[in-house]
C-alpha cells in the first residue's frame, strides 16, 4: 500500500501501544490532558495493598499511564458512564483537556445525552463562548463472540449530530496520529478504536505528530472501482482489491479515518476516475454512512458514474452470537468481491 | 443571622431584579412570538439570590430550564438576558441559545439547560477542574425536584463524594415537575434524605425565606471551598406560574395552595424581617423595586434596539474548526 503519510523514520508499534504511546505524549506534552474511565488503571485506591494500574486498561491501551501521571490525572471512575462523561464535558469547557474512555461504543445509551446536548451543542447554544476540548475514546467492532452488546460498529450514530467530530483508525500509524489531533482539537471528538485490530503492527515514528482530522487516504491506487473503507474494512478492501485484481479488475482503496468530518472531495474525485463506488462498512446500513457517501457520490458525480454507487455492510440486525451467524454479520472480501463484479459486469 | 446593611441591600436588589425580569420579559418575549419554552422562575428568587451572595465570578453554577434566577444572581447582565431572549445578536448567546441556554462564561454560568439535571455533571467537571488546578473554586449544581429523579444526578452525586469535588447540590424543590407533584414522584418524604446514601450533609430549608438560604448555602460553599466536599441543599419553594407560558396549574393544584405560597413571597418575607432590623428602610426597597422596573424598560428597549441575526450566521459556531462545506453542502438556505 501506498500513501503519502507513511513516516519515514519509525518502528514497528501494535495498533493498542499506538494509542498508549499518543496517550502518554500528550499527557507529557500538556499537563491539563487528563484522562478517566471504567477500569483504566484497574484496581482503584488499593496502593495501600501495593496495587496500581492492576488491569491497566480492559484493552490496555492504557497500561503505565497512573505510575507516570499519578491517580489525579488517570481517574479510575465508577460505572457511571453519565456521569463521567459529562464531568469531562464540564471539565474540558473549564480549562482541562479531558480524556474519557466509554469501554464499547454499545454503552453509549446511558451517557448519550451527555455527548448529544451538552457537548455537542454547547459551543453552538452559547454563541461561541465555550470551546470543549473533550475526546471519548470508544470501541467498535464485531468478531469477538461478544454477542450484541459488546460489538457494534455505531459511528454513524455521532456523525449524524452536528458539533461531533470522530475517527476511525486503521492501523497503528494512524491510531497515534489520529489520537494526538484529537486531543489536541478544540472541538469534541470520538475517537473509535477497532478491537480487531488492537494486534496490528506497523511502522509508527517515535516523536509525537498529529494526522488532520477530516482527510480520507488512498491506500491502493487503482483505475476501474473506488472501494471505501471504515476502520478494519479498509483491510477487507485491500483483500478484495487483490482478488479483483486477479481477473483484471483495478480497484482503487480510500480509507476513509474520518467520520465527521467526512473527505467526499477525495472520495468525488477518485470516483471521477474510476466511475463506480462501493462503500464496506461494517455498521448497520439504514442511514449509515455507507449510505450517506452513496448519496453524496449520486448527487455530486452522478453524470460519472457507470454503475450505481453500492454498499457493502452488516446486515440490518444486532450482532448475533453464534460463530457461524457472527462470520455472517462481518462484511467480508468475497461479499465485497461478489458486489463489484456485479457492478463492472464480469 | 446578622447580615450588613450592604448585603442586605444587595440580596433584596437581587430578588427584585429578577422577579421584574420574569413578570416583563416574559410576556414581552411572547409578544415578539418567540413564548416557545420560556418558564418563569417567579416565586423562586429567593434560592439563587442567598446561594450566589456566596460566590464570585470565579465560581461556576449550572442551571435549568428555569434559569433566569440563576443567571441574574450569578451576574448576567439582565439587558444581554433579554435580547437573547428576543432572539437577537446582542445577547450572551448571539440569539443562539434563548431562555433555556443562557450562558456567561465570563461570570462562571455554564447555561441554563433544557434537559433535566443535564447541567449538574457539568457544574462537577467545573468542580473537578478547579480541584485538579487548584483553583480554590467551587460549583453549584441547580436541579428541580423532577431533576431529582434523574439518573445523572445521583451518578454525579456519588462521583462527587467520592472524588471530594467542591461541589453544592442544590435542589430547587417547587412541588411541580411539570404537572407531577412531588409528593407522587419521590420515593422519600424529602429530597435531603437521599443524602446520606451519598455520605454528604443533606440540608433543608425555606427557600422561600432568603436568609434561612443564605446560612445554609454559606455553611455548604465553605465546605466545599475547603475542601471537605460535596453538599446536597433542598430548597423549598414555589413557582407563581404554570410550567411554561402556555400551561394553567389550576388544572392540577388548586387556588388555595398558590394562595397560601403567594402569602409566603420571598419579597415580602424580606420585607419583614428587616422592618425592625433598622438597617435599610421600607423607601429604600421600594427605590429598588423602581430601579428594577426600570432597568427592564431599559432591557426591553436595549433588546429591541438589536439586530436579529444574520442568515449565514446559523452556520456559525458549531465548531472551532470544521469545513463550513460539510454543514452546507448541497443545502441552498437562500432558495
Given at each position: ?119 455537542a451543542k454547547?459551543r453552538y447554544m452559547f454563541g461561541g463562548q ?32 452536528p458539533g ?97 468530518p ?85 | ?28 418575549t411572547?409578544?415578539r412570538g418567540m413564548?416557545g ?46 435580547a437573547e431572549l428576543f432572539g437577537r445578536v446582542t445577547g450572551p448567546n448571539k440569539g443562539k441559545g434563548g431562555s433555556?441556554h ?201 433588546a429591541d434596539e438589536s439586530p436579529l441575526p444574520e442568515p449565514l450566521e446559523i452556520y456559525d459556531d458549531v465548531y472551532v474548526d470544521y469545513p463550513i462545506g460539510m454543514m452546507s453542502r448541497g443545502i441552498n438556505l437562500e432558495v
Amino acid at each position: 500500500m501506498t500513501t503519502a503519510m507513511t513516516p519515514t523514520t519509525s518502528r514497528e508499534l501494535r495498533y493498542r501501544e499506538a494509542i498508549n504511546e499518543a496517550l502518554r505524549q500528550e499527557m507529557e506534552r500538556d499537563e491539563t490532558v487528563i484522562i478517566m474511565g471504567e477500569e483504566i488503571a484497574g484496581g482503584a485506591g488499593r496502593e495501600h495493598l501495593g496495587i496500581v494500574d492492576a488491569w491497566g486498561g480492559p484493552f490496555r491501551t492504557t497500561v503505565g499511564l497512573i505510575q507516570q501521571f499519578g491517580n489525579q490525572r488517570v481517574l479510575d471512575t465508577p460505572l457511571s458512564e453519565a456521569a463521567f462523561v459529562g464531568t469531562a464535558i464540564g471539565a474540558a469547557s473549564t480549562g482541562m483537556r479531558a480524556v474519557a474512555e466509554l469501554m464499547f461504543v454499545d454503552f453509549v445509551g446511558v451517557c448519550m445525552d451527555q455527548l448529544l446536548n451538552n457537548a455537542a451543542k454547547m459551543r453552538y447554544m452559547f454563541g461561541g463562548q465555550v470551546k470543549v476540548p473533550f475526546t471519548m475514546l470508544t470501541r467498535i467492532g464485531a468478531g469477538f463472540g461478544s454477542a450484541a452488546q459488546h460489538s457494534e460498529s455505531f459511528y454513524s450514530i455521532f456523525s449524524h449530530i452536528p458539533g461531533l467530530k470522530g475517527v476511525v483508525p486503521s492501523d497503528p500509524y494512524t491510531a497515534k496520529g489520529l489520537l494526538i489531533a484529537a486531543i489536541r482539537d478544540d472541538d469534541p471528538v470520538v475517537y473509535f478504536e477497532h478491537k480487531g485490530l488492537y494486534g496490528d503492527t506497523g511502522p509508527v515514528p517515535e516523536e509525537p505528530y498529529a494526522i488532520p482530522l477530516g482527510k480520507a487516504r488512498t491506500v491502493r491506487s487503482g483505475s476501474d472501482i473506488t472501494l471505501v473503507g471504515i476502520s478494519r474494512m479498509t483491510w477487507v478492501c485491500t483483500e478484495a482489491a487483490e482478488e479483483l485484481a486477479k481477473n483484471g479488475v483495478n480497484a482503487e482503496v480510500v480509507d476513509l479515518l474520518s467520520v465527521s468530518p467526512i473527505d467526499y472531495d477525495l472520495i468525488i474525485d477518485s470516483v471521477r476516475r474510476t466511475h463506480r463506488l462501493v462503500v464496506v462498512d461494517e455498521d448497520t446500513p439504514v442511514c449509515s454512512l455507507a449510505s450517506d457517501i452513496c448519496a453524496r457520490v449520486a448527487e455530486e458525480a452522478f453524470d460519472y458514474l457507470d454503475a450505481p454507487p453500492s454498499r457493502v455492510t452488516a446486515p440490518h440486525t444486532p450482532v448475533p452470537y453464534s460463530r457461524p451467524l457472527e462470520n455472517l454479520y462481518v462484511p467480508n472480501a468475497a461479499r465485497v468481491v461478489g458486489t463489484v463484479e456485479r457492478l463492472v459486469g464480469r | 443571622m446578622e447580615l450588613d446593611r450592604e448585603m442586605l441591600l444587595y440580596l433584596y436588589r437581587t430578588m427584585t431584579t429578577i422577579r421584574h425580569f420574569e413578570e416583563r420579559g416574559i410576556p414581552e418575549t411572547g409578544q415578539r412570538g418567540m413564548s416557545g419554552s420560556v418558564h418563569s422562575s417567579a416565586g423562586q428568587e429567593a434560592v439563587p439570590t442567598g446561594i450566589c451572595a456566596h460566590l464570585t465570578e470565579a465560581d461556576y453554577i449550572g442551571s435549568t430550564h428555569r434559569g433566569h434566577g440563576h443567571c441574574i444572581a450569578k451576574g448576567v447582565d439582565p439587558k444581554l438576558m433579554m435580547a437573547e431572549l428576543f432572539g437577537r445578536v446582542t445577547g450572551p448567546n448571539k440569539g443562539k441559545g434563548g431562555s433555556m441556554h443562557i450562558a456567561d462564561m465570563s461570570k462562571g454560568m455554564l447555561g441554563t439547560n433544557g434537559v433535566v439535571a443535564a447541567s449538574v455533571p457539568l457544574a462537577v467537571g467545573a468542580g473537578l477542574t478547579s480541584k485538579l488546578q487548584n483553583l480554590g473554586r467551587v460549583a453549584v449544581a441547580f436541579f428541580g425536584d423532577g431533576g431529582a429523579n434523574q439518573g445523572v444526578l445521583h451518578e454525579c452525586m456519588n462521583l462527587a463524594s467520592v472524588w471530594k469535588l467542591p461541589v453544592i447540590f442544590c435542589c430547587e424543590n417547587n412541588g411541580y415537575a411539570e404537572s407531577t407533584p412531588v409528593e407522587y414522584a419521590l420515593s422519600t418524604a424529602r429530597v435531603v434524605d437521599r443524602a446520606p446514601g451519598y455520605d454528604m450533609p443533606g440540608i433543608h430549608v425555606d427557600g422561600m425565606d432568603v436568609f434561612d438560604v443564605f446560612e445554609a448555602a454559606g455553611e455548604a460553599v465553605r465546605r466545599a471551598r475547603s475542601g471537605e466536599g460535596p453538599s446536597l441543599l433542598e430548597c423549598r419553594t414555589y413557582r407563581y406560574y404554570g410550567h411554561t407560558v402556555f400551561d394553567n396549574p389550576l388544572s392540577y393544584r388548586t387556588q388555595e395552595e398558590q394562595d397560601y405560597w403567594r402569602g409566603r413571597d420571598p419579597l415580602k418575607l424580606f420585607r419583614e424581617r428587616v422592618a425592625d432590623g433598622g438597617q435599610v428602610t421600607q423607601d429604600e426597597l421600594d427605590r429598588l423595586d423602581d430601579e428594577a422596573r426600570e432597568l427592564m424598560e431599559d432591557a426591553i428597549r436595549f433588546a429591541d434596539e438589536s439586530p436579529l441575526p444574520e442568515p449565514l450566521e446559523i452556520y456559525d459556531d458549531v465548531y472551532v474548526d470544521y469545513p463550513i462545506g460539510m454543514m452546507s453542502r448541497g443545502i441552498n438556505l437562500e432558495v
